[in-house]
């Protein structure tokens, strides 16, 4: 039986019930709870099925959303997921932590003067349903072939490849610095926006696909690329980027100032039930302090939120731009600002100050002037408007580059671009060297976790044609030696 559509005529946008900020400041908790299934459905028939749905065509991994949403309205959850999975490999975790407001949302043109469709919200449901329900299964493949793949990461792009790869019959080897699998799934975004358990269960999936991890191990350390060249019939390189940007200030080697990810990384331990000494002697723990945050990215707002849950004294946030030329998703700034953090819009650090450790920090006010290049307004000091405010814990959160591979591989012929990524072919995303193909923020640099899966899938696809073409010359000159 059809479901009737087009319901955003009667009927309001509505997200999950969001928890209150009073508890949110409390726990680790996400922000929204879980759709109930009346509620889905209901949103999920506001969509007006557009001939051409430009919320698909701004969906990185051109997800089919008008059909899964008009399926969710009609009940059928299960060919809901089937479909929704049939173009992305972690739905749960897009529908949860995509900034949807500039991506999918941000273009559904349901009507002028009504209000998008809440398309991660059910994208998220449809999945956890799926969960709940068994539907979600290993990768597993009809028939096994022989040759083998290395992926260096298991971030989002390195375990997407695993799993189109492993659904292929490949035999799939991931190699990861880290004592856990997710990338910065697992280390850098906090609990309150992704939990960990969705991260770990899709780690289970692979593994119970017949994945092979090999965690704890560095390449160009532990194992050279070279080695893994040949070992392997193909190799991914998905090792994201971790470079962080710095500041040079006057007082900047003062103590107590840290860098996003350590702060982030220890605090996502810290949730994990590790032992963290930089933690457990209060040096990465927020609590009770006056924290200011300098960045206005994702990252930043990651930053400010955990230092809220932490328990500190105030938390700040100084961003040389204002909020709407900020990189970072609207949403998350207003998710901060319910939960008590201040942003100090258009400011940025002269001088840090202090004895030996952070006691403030001196900021100067300033104009946005003419675009650049880029298009982005310049940011410029203004004279003699400096201020001071008090911080005994300074996070620099000012993005991230790639580290440079070529010397890290011990691998020259690797080419880069300009800006340190990787440089790939797009059409079969492989880099410089024969069989090695490159996904993720490593080409892209720093990016989102939907460009990676969108990645982590062409790449399996352009491995699969190279691999059956070495196999088929293999087979050629085999049979014209004989
Ligand atoms: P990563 O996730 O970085 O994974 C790379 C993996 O490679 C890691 O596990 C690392 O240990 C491993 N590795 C690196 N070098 C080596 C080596 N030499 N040998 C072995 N292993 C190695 N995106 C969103 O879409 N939404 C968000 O809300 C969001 N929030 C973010 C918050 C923070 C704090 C940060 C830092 C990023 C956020 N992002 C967000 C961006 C997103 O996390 C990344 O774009 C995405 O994780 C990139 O995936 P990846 O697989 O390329 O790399
Ligand atoms: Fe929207 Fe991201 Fe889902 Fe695409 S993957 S539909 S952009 S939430
Ligand atoms: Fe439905 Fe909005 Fe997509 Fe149109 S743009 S198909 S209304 S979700």
């Not at 930043?300 to 970072?328: F, H, K």
């Not at 008090?390 to 691998?411: T, V």
């Not at 090695?436 to 990016?447: C, E, L, M, Q, T």
């Amino acid at each position: 039986m059809g479901a009737d559509m087009l319901k955003f005529v009667t009927l309001a946008q509505k997200h999950p019930e969001k928890r209150a900020p009073a508890l949110r400041r409390r726990d680790w908790g996400e922000v929204y709870d879980d759709f109930r299934h009346e509620a889905a459905a209901d949103q999920a028939a506001r969509c007006s099925q557009c001939g051409v749905p430009f919320c698909q065509i701004h969906c990185p991994v051109s997800n089919n959303i008008p059909d899964w949403l008009m399926l969710t309205a009609e009940g059928r959850l299960e060919e809901a997921y089937e479909i929704s999975s049939a173009t992305n490999n972690m739905p749960e975790i897009c529908g949860r932590i995509c900034p949807q407001d500039r991506l999918c949302e941000g273009n559904c043109v349901i009507e002028k003067g009504f209000s998008s469709v809440t398309i991660g919200a059910v994208e998220r449901y449809i999945t956890d349903t799926a969960f709940n329900n068994g539907w979600v299964q290993p990768p597993r493949p009809r028939a096994e072939r022989p040759q083998s793949v290395g992926v260096v990461g298991a971030g989002p792009g390195g375990m997407t490849v695993a799993e189109e790869l492993r659904r292929l019959g490949y035999q799939v080897h991931i190699y990861d610095r880290y004592d856990r699998v997710g990338g910065l799934l697992i280390y850098g975004i906090p609990n309150f926006k992704l939990e960990k358990s969705i991260v770990q269960r899709r780690a289970d999936l692979l593994i119970d696909g017949g994945v092979s991890f090999h965690l704890n191990v560095e390449v160009g350390r532990d194992v050279s690329l070279a080695e893994l060249r040949e070992r392997h019939d193909a190799v991914v390189i998905a090792t994201g980027a971790y470079k962080a940007r710095d500041m040079s200030v006057p007082g900047i080697g003062l103590g107590n100032i840290f860098q996003a990810m350590d702060y982030l990384t220890a605090s996502n331990r810290k949730g994990l039930g590790d032992a963290v000494p930089a933690f457990d002697d209060g040096t990465l723990d927020a609590r009770r302090k006056d924290v200011v945050v300098v960045g206005g990215g994702d990252t930043a707002m990651d930053c400010v939120r955990t230092a809220v849950r932490q328990g500190a004294r105030s938390v700040r946030c100084l961003y040389r731009r204002d909020r709407i030329n900020m990189p970072g998703s609207m949403q998350e700034v207003r998710h901060a600002e319910e939960e008590g953090v201040e942003f100090v819009w258009l400011s940025q650090p002269e001088a840090v100050l202090g004895d030996s450790d952070v006691e403030g920090v001196r900021a100067v006010r300033i104009h946005l002037g003419v675009a650049d290049a880029s298009g982005r307004q310049t940011p410029q000091p203004i004279p003699g408007s400096s201020y001071s405010i008090d911080a005994d814990l300074l996070i620099k959160a000012l993005g991230f580059d790639p580290e440079d591979l070529p010397a890290l591989f011990d691998e020259p012929a690797l080419k880069t671009t300009r800006w340190g990524t990787l440089l790939i072919d797009w059409g079969t995303m492989m880099t410089s060297l024969d069989g090695v193909f490159a996904i993720g923020d490593i080409v892209r640099g720093a990016s989102l976790v939907v460009w990676a899966i969108k990645d982590g899938r062409d790449a399996a696809a352009s491995i699969h044609r190279y691999i059956g073409a070495n196999a088929a010359e293999s087979d050629a000159l085999r049979e014209a030696a004989a």
